[in-house]
């Protein structure tokens, strides 16, 4: 199954090597995550300021249509943590939370992220995610994991905490007002993480989220929460979700489209982090980015139609889907299933489940975002890294979600550009009883000649830094008044542009009129075309294959006589 044939419907291909060995696996895999998908849905539905029941509907269609269209086959896709705070983030600065208006712009967003999504998988412009780095990704996420904390206090502690423009303005209430807390609905947050800690430890297998909250609800019922004021779920419509449009204007459009383009962004990182990881650990199937994305994208468009909130894949899920066992994306068809058989018959049971059971399912699974040892990795690998996942996280929690994004993406460019405009240069020296030429930076044994300098300039030499290779050659000019031959080791040279090839042109004339000989070596095939075009090969006259054969060919006795000849007749011809 590696071998995709059809990557515009691979549920073909699925079907067409379909075996009934399958059958087990897919099946136990899809209603394992099932019974993890529907405690979460609900519970990232009310993260996004909407109804559970819209978290059910997004745990149904999407699922179908993404199961048909992409190429991962262990990916589960619903809705997740971040995308749910990120609409929340966005749409509430345009609607109340829990008005018919926000619920409409929040399955907008949807529509349009999906439209987004599709867009650049059939635009084959998935390296726009390359500006985002993983440093700033673990900065993101990590906030976003305290966000989301400070988002359930509400319910973990029992008494409303009004929505504000800043975290710190909702961490000062709750502190304020801590005396507010109804100590049993605390309580019950608190025991639905242990407990769910509990089941984990015994066995990963054990679905210990519907567990809890099916013991939740039994409690409810019998000792009247409700009558403690523990807020509950209550009524959950039955049946499946009807096809409605979707309906927006353009100045709703215009508003949405800083969110949605956040949440596009960021789901595709995620998304696409996740089926690259499942494909490395399984090797047995091949992921398409670009028919991921469309895939992703499709997901989201048909599923804004039958009320379906913004779905991405969840870390959580696919793990669970892959460490269940699941061969193919029929794993998914049958969590869909599940699913459905839940809105047809099973809505009624969750009326009085609690809310800070929610609270607690939530603050426990975005524990993992906050990953501490990642930035401590960043610290001791690369600071640079590291200060750029810092500025993300700061950001991200004084200015806002949308903002930090951008932060993180605009540091992510400045540090490109940097590394590009800034490239490494070393000079070359020959190591003791050897032909090898390493950096003499690290090789301290290396030895240099006076007559013969050599430096490897390692990146491509376009516009932004001809200045630093300019400036190199005119520094060696004057710490090295008895140079006679400069040799540019040009193996890592990738590319080089028109300024390029002009500034190489000035450096030899340069170079010429202080009798001082430029050389070339190693210059891969590409690089070699654009200094023939630009008659730099002819007038160089130097190239070599290496830098060992460059500095004998320049050391024999032959080519010295022949090259002082050539000097001679230069010479007069100036005259």
């Known amino acids: ?46 993260l996004a300021g909407v109804p559970p029941i819209y978290g059910l509907y997004t745990g149904l ?16 896709v619903g809705p997740v943590a971040v995308s749910s705070l990120l609409v929340l983030s966005g749409v509430s600065a345009l609607a109340e939370p829990g008005t018919p208006e926000y619920l409409s712009l929040v399955i907008a967003s949807g529509l349009l992220i999906g439209i987004f999504q599709a867009l650049i998988g059939f635009l084959r412009l998935g390296f726009v995610v390359n500006f985002l780095s993983h440093a700033v990704i673990v900065g993101f996420t990590s906030a976003a994991a305290i966000i989301i904390l400070v988002s359930q206090l509400k319910d973990a502690l029992g008494f409303s905490i009004p929505h504000t423009e800043h975290l710190y303005g909702t961490i000062q209430y709750a502190v304020l007002n801590i005396a507010q807390t109804n100590p049993i609905s605390l309580v019950i947050s608190l025991a639905t993480v242990l407990i769910i800690l509990l089941f984990k430890k015994i066995s990963r297998s054990i679905p210990g989220a519907l567990l809890v909250v099916l013991l939740a609800i039994a409690f409810s019922y019998f000792l009247n929460f409700e009558k403690h004021q523990v807020d509950i779920v209550g009524k959950i419509p039955g049946g499946l979700p009807t096809f409605q449009l979707v309906d927006i204007s353009w100045e709703q459009f215009k508003l949405l489209i800083p969110t949605v383009l956040t949440v596009t962004l960021i789901g595709i990182v995620e998304s696409m982090g996740i089926a690259k990881a499942l494909e490395a650990k399984h090797n047995d199937h091949q992921v398409y980015p ?62 009085y489940l609690p809310k800070p059971v929610l609270a607690g399912i939530i603050l426990l699974s975005v524990f993992s975002l906050f990953n501490i040892q990642e930035a401590k990795y960043l610290w001791k690998v690369r600071k640079t890294d590291f200060f750029m996942m810092l500025a993300t996280f700061i950001c991200t929690l004084l200015l806002g979600i949308e903002l930090g994004v951008l932060v993180g993406v605009v540091c992510s460019i400045l540090v490109i550009l940097y590394k590009i405009s800034n490239p490494k240069i070393v000079r070359l020296g020959k190591l003791p009883n050897s032909n090898s030429y390493k950096d003499l930076s690290r090789f301290p044994e290396a030895v240099e000649s006076e007559e013969v300098v050599i430096f490897r300039f390692e990146n491509q030499l376009f516009f932004a830094n001809v200045a630093i290779f300019r400036d190199k050659i005119l520094s060696l000019l004057d710490t090295k008044p008895d140079m006679k031959h400069l040799l540019l080791d040009a193996k890592l040279i990738h590319d080089i542009d028109s300024s390029g090839t002009h500034m190489l042109k000035e450096m030899d004339n340069l170079l010429k009129d202080k009798n001082i000989e430029l050389h070339l070596c190693g210059a891969i095939g590409s690089v070699r075309d ?11 006259e130097y190239h070599h294959l290496s830098v060992a054969d460059a500095v004998a060919r320049i050391n024999d006795p032959a080519n010295v006589e022949e090259r002082k000849y050539r000097a001679t007749q230069q010479n007069v011809d100036k005259s």
């Open 61 to 76: 269609v999407p699922l179908v249509i993404y199961a048909l269209f992409a190429s991962s086959t262990k990916m589960s």
């Open 530 to 540: 654009r200094l023939y075009k630009a008659d730099l090969l002819k007038e160089l």
């Open 1 to 46: 199954m590696k071998n995709q044939k059809n990557v515009y419907l691979p549920i073909i291909n699925t079907l067409k090597n379909y075996q009934k060995s399958f059958i087990k696996d897919d099946v136990f895999a899809g209603l394992t995550v099932a019974s993890v998908l529907i405690p979460q849905a609900m519970a990232y539905a009310l």
């Open 290 to 351: 670009n028919t991921e994305l469309k895939a992703l994208g499709f997901a989201k468009f048909v599923g804004a139609f039958f009320q379906a909130i913004p779905s991405s894949g969840s870390f959580t899920r696919s793990a669970i889907n892959s460490e269940a066992g699941a061969k193919t994306s029929i794993s998914a068809l049958v969590t869909a299933l599940l699913i459905l058989l839940t809105l047809l018959f099973f809505t009624g049971v969750f009326y």
